[in-house]
């Protein structure tokens, strides 16, 4: 999962996903900047638009929602 979440963070345009865990627990990535993958080690770490931030072990996704909403609007441009 975690080459996955690599390759919406590469994407351009960018566009907005929802990492879904294994505790039932979702992290939605709005834009570039609240995500960020070290390069080493098994974390990801996911920031929302105030001071908090999550820290998730990359074993624990279980799957990934892309925002459709806004796939369709970037085809359109």
């Given amino acids: 999962m975690k080459s996955d979440i690599h390759k919406l963070v590469h994407a351009s345009p960018f566009v907005p996903f929802t990492i879904h865990l294994a505790d039932g627990g ?4 709005a834009a570039l900047d609240h995500i960020a993958i070290p390069p080493a080690g098994g974390r990801i770490f996911v920031f ?3 001071e908090r931030y999550d820290v998730i072990s990359a ?3 279980t799957r990934i929602t892309v925002d459709r909403e806004a796939t369709a609007s970037n085809q359109k441009q």
């Fill in 48 to 50: 929302g638009d105030d």
């Fill in 59 to 61: 074993l624990m996704v």
């Fill in 26 to 29: 979702q992290l939605r990535v």
